[in-house]
């Protein structure tokens, strides 16, 4: 684990974006969170880490309340966005979401052409005027995905057409179009092969300029090449939270330790 | 370990099957063995189910006329004189019905036929009860014929149409007291003379229904409309109101024993048998709220409670049917929910609810039963009037009047009864395709 970029990496803002104290989350009578504290910085790529089931995506969901679609799910503690409470009863989800947006674990453009997959985001929030304010939001959003070169002649072809780490790009364009303050992504790379992969972490890393990132993935590797922060979940505890670096070659935790050098998990 | 594992023989050979390879080999084509007797047999039940329907009702599209030249003596069709209508109506089918029996007399003579043991009787039946009302019709519509002769070509009886079709020998005509020979040799010399013929008969499906006794003028204009009519009133009602309530319960509302049991409910409602429905309709829409019987408007009324079910059911499974991560996809990026099931979720459903909705209706246009009580299946010759009044006025229905046809003595009935049942595949075949087209045009890949 010794990304000789680790020490390039230096945590350019340590402004808190979210700040999550003592998160519990419920489904019917399974505990799946337990008491979970993190502190997720502005500019940073936060990556969560841990074994299959250790709540590392239930935890990522509750930071745009996408669990308040899933039946019997409930959530105590406190998650601030910049400050405010996003479980405050007057915090409509769906405002929240337009600023922490979201990239799932599989692909799944809509059915449409590319480039209304892009411009449904800021159709709905009202965020253009006319046409060609559209267009550019369109454009400057698949270029920051880094697709803009590859269907640029044919924004008009269905999204689902694309390959599947276009598909995902496109999904990230998706996200960024609608001007998100945070990005949430649930494995955002687990379906896709290790060039499409790469293409993908770059532009996390590129993303990292405008937002705070924070992705959801079962690879140890991919924490460490693109996170400046890592946090270690295991059976619903947040074990070990810190510097990617430090997580990787010096873990306070045993736990921690086993998971990386790939004796649990 | 490796004593645990079973003994085998010690070298098999791959290429001799063993005792159960064999048993199992021998199971799978039993299995096939009766799927394939199951579906030889449903292919053979509808190939006589279909033989029989058209071998019956193919002759409804046929008809047999003879064409006529038929004075019109102004003496006796309006003796004002002025064409006044109101004293040409005066004039009743009694006095139409000699002119032509004499216009098919003089016929006869012309063309020098002579047949032995022709009657009086014989000659005035030889022709359809129904072709004076229809001479006095067009009379009437165009009352400056009379005074001159008209040519018109004039409905045969039913045994004589039945004798052109081989439903009728000579042979049945001696025990009928109904038909004569005579008058079927007399159908023989006029259709070598060139003035009696068999050919499409339009009337079928534009004419009203007859009564007993004229079943060659016997139509289903009025069933035809009357089902289209009901049929519009269950497609604006139930799908609107079916989709609404398929999205409620699928996407808004709360999991609790209410919604269970209105689940359950709805669930039944698709398995209460057609009948009930009608009683239903006869004391809510009826006797309740006064709504006149016989009328488009409660058949449609009726039909719409038994096709919400089936239209509810098929929505909530082509909803489900959607992937979650399209809702995901769309709540993700701040769709609020309402736009995320009517901008993403729906369009993806519309090829099972477009399904469901038109397999609904095809049900409910054969459906029968609750139409019988609440009185479509009263005698109905004046065709219903344009919607929306035309929504309340008496009609019948398409199933209805095949029941009713088979309820009639004449033989000639059986053969109208199997050309509506024909009509009415027709229009279910085509419901079908669309369904199945509407499908291949809308699905969409995810």
Known sequence: MNDMRLEERIVQNDKIKIDAQDVQVFYGDNHAIKDVSVAIEDKTVTAFIGPSGCGKSTFLRCLNRMNDTVAGCRVEGRITLDGEDIYDKRVDPVQLRARVGMVFQKPNPFPKSIYDNVAYGPKIHGLVRGKAEMDEVVESALKRAALWKEVKDRLQAPGTGLSGGQQQRLCIARAIATAPEVLLMDEPASALDPIATAQIEELIDELRTRFAVVIVTHSMQQAARVSQKTAFFHLGNLVEYGETGQIFTTPRDPRTESYITGRIG | ?446
């Open chain 2, 1 to 446: 370990m490796t004593d645990v594992i079973a003994e085998r023989p010690a070298k098999p050979s791959l290429l001799t099957l063993d005792a159960r390879t064999r048993r199992r080999n021998a199971a799978e084509a039993r299995f096939r063995a009766y799927g394939l007797a199951a579906v030889m047999a449903g292919i053979v039940a509808l190939v006589v189910l279909l033989a029989s329907v058209l071998g019956n009702g193919l002759g409804a599209f046929t008809q047999t006329r003879v064409t006529l030249q038929v004075e019109l003596p102004a003496a006796k069709l309006d003796k004002s004189g002025t064409r006044d209508i109101e004293v040409m109506k005066k004039a009743t089918t009694l006095t139409y019905g000699p002119l032509i029996t004499a216009a098919l007399s003089a016929a006869i003579k012309d063309r020098g036929i002579v047949v032995e043991g022709l009657s009086k009787k014989d000659l005035s039946g030889f022709l359809s009860k129904e072709s004076a009302a229809q001479l006095r019709d067009r009379v009437l519509a165009d009352p400056r014929l009379v005074g001159a002769a008209v040519t018109q070509s004039f409905l045969v009886n039913g045994r004589i149409d039945g004798y052109e079709k081989g439903r009728v020998t000579m042979q049945s005509a001696e025990k009928d007291s109904n038909v004569s020979p005579a008058q079927l040799h007399l159908a023989d010399a006029l259709e070598t003379a060139g003035i009696l013929h068999t050919g499409f008969n339009r009337d079928f499906v534009t004419a009203p229904d007859a009564s007993d006794q004229r079943p060659e003028a016997a139509g289903l204009g009025v069933a035809i409309l009357g089902s289209a009519y009901m049929m519009l009133i269950v497609l604006i009602l139930s799908l609107p109101i079916g989709v609404a309530t398929a999205i409620y319960l699928e996407e808004f509302a709360p999991q609790n024993r209410w919604t269970d049991l209105i689940e359950v409910n709805i669930s039944n409602l698709a398995a209460v048998p057609s009948i009930v429905f009608g009683i239903l309709g006869l004391a809510i829409f009826i006797n309740f709220a006064g709504l006149p019987q016989s009328a488009p408007i409660v058949g449609g009324l009726v039909l719409t409670l038994m096709t919400l079910p089936t239209i509810i059911i098929a929505t909530r499974a082509a909803l489900k049917a959607v992937p979650p991560s399209i809702r995901d996809a769309a709540l993700g990026i701040g769709a609020s929910k309402i736009q995320a099931i009517f901008h993403h979720v729906l369009p993806l459903a519309m090829p099972g609810i477009m399904t469901g909705a038109i397999i609904g209706l095809a049900q409910a246009l054969g459906e029968t039963a609750p139409l019988l009580l609440i009185g479509m299946v009263a005698f109905v010759r004046d065709y219903p009037g344009a919607p929306p009044e035309g929504f309340f006025d008496p009609s019948s229905a398409l199933p209805v009047q095949v029941f009713n046809w088979t309820q009639r003595a004449d033989p000639a009935f059986v053969e109208r009864a199997s050309g509506a049942i024909i009509v009415l595949l027709v229009f279910l075949v085509i419901m079908n395709t669309a369904a199945i087209l509407i499908r291949r045009r809308f699905e969409r890949r995810w």
